[in-house]
């Protein structure tokens, strides 16, 4: 039985190859500590469109979704069903620079109201801590 040796260029290519694939993986997924939000998400187009209302500043939003069995279905009927299902939003909450501002609370809430069609006890909007508040 032959034993293979290290040589020199396996032992360079080794390190180099785990740098490149390290490089590969930092650069696939996002960033969680970045400012950027992901537009692929509903969460991320209302983001966008939320921060381009005068006042409203930064935003983060999270949506809380219904999970609710239609009737004449089991769990495990929509657990192997081939289809997507749809998820329906039931509540939201947004954080946002401007919320402090009772005027721009307001506005939000309205403005998120129809274009979800929520009612607006289902909406809470928050003011978003900046950095440098102290309590």
Known sequence: MEKKKWT?????????ALVA???YISLTFNDPNSEQSDTSTLEGKI???LKQIQGVGQVK???HYDDHVPDGASLLDEYFSSGKTQK???GMLIVSEGASNPSI???LLETIS?????PTHR???VPMERKGDVE
Do not use: D
């Open 8 to 16: 020199k260029t396996n032992l360079i290519l080794i390190p180099i």
């Open 21 to 23: 694939f390290i490089a």
């Open 47 to 49: 983001e966008q469109t």
């Open 61 to 63: 939003v999270y949506l």
């Open 88 to 90: 329906t939003v039931s």
């Open 105 to 107: 609370k307001s506005q």
């Open 114 to 118: 129809r274009v979800m069609q929520l």
């Open 123 to 125: 909406i809470m909007i």
